[in-house]
């Protein structure tokens, strides 16, 4: 994989929305949602990828995709370079360097805070306030349920990640 080509149209996206912090959230829920779609559906991989499919139709499927997501019209040129180059298959790296872009331009992070089981919003809102105030930054939080845990949570960021979770304390002990 050409990681410098991914960072390129990573740029391109991020440079083709406005500075937005709305519309930049929604580029990486549209990156993220096509690369799944690639990575699960095997008609969607097969349209991409054949060579017979003119690539005319591929761009104009994947604008449709991009204004369900609200993208502007600009996005259309990087469409274009993503099909004419054939970097579909790279779009979980292209994810992965726009995220951190924008995390570092919006001067935000995403996390996860994964659970044991499903808390009320008072104490997920406290614990979320406690990890940005003990971290010093701001997080946009998606909560995930992972039972395994058993109590407490994980945090898990672009470059951390925090274990306070029951199970972790009882794999110390074996």
């Known amino acids: 994989m050409n990681k410098e080509l991914a960072k390129k149209l990573a740029k391109v996206f991020m440079n083709k929305l406005s500075k937005d912090r709305v ?32 690539n005319e139709k591929k761009i104009v499927y994947l604008t449709e995709l991009s204004k369900k997501f609200s993208m502007p019209s600009e996005v259309g040129e990087f469409i274009n370079h993503l099909v004419e180059l054939n970097a579909i298959p790279m779009l979980g790296e292209i994810k992965r360097v726009y995220d951190y872009e924008m995390e570092k331009f919006l001067k935000l992070s995403k996390a996860f805070l994964i659970v044991a089981k499903r808390v009320d919003d008072d104490t997920l809102q406290s614990v979320m306030a406690k990890i940005k105030q003990s971290l010093n930054r701001e997080l946009e939080f998606e909560v995930l349920e992972d039972p395994s845990l058993i109590g407490g949570f994980v945090v898990k960021t672009s470059g951390m990640v925090i274990d306070a979770s029951v199970k972790r304390v009882l794999e110390r002990f074996v």
Do not use: A, C, I, T
């Open 23 to 54: 519309l930049l959230v929604q580029g990486s829920n549209f990156l993220g949602f096509v690369y799944d779609l690639y990575k699960k559906e095997k008609l969607f991989r097969d349209f991409v990828l054949n060579p017979k499919v003119p």
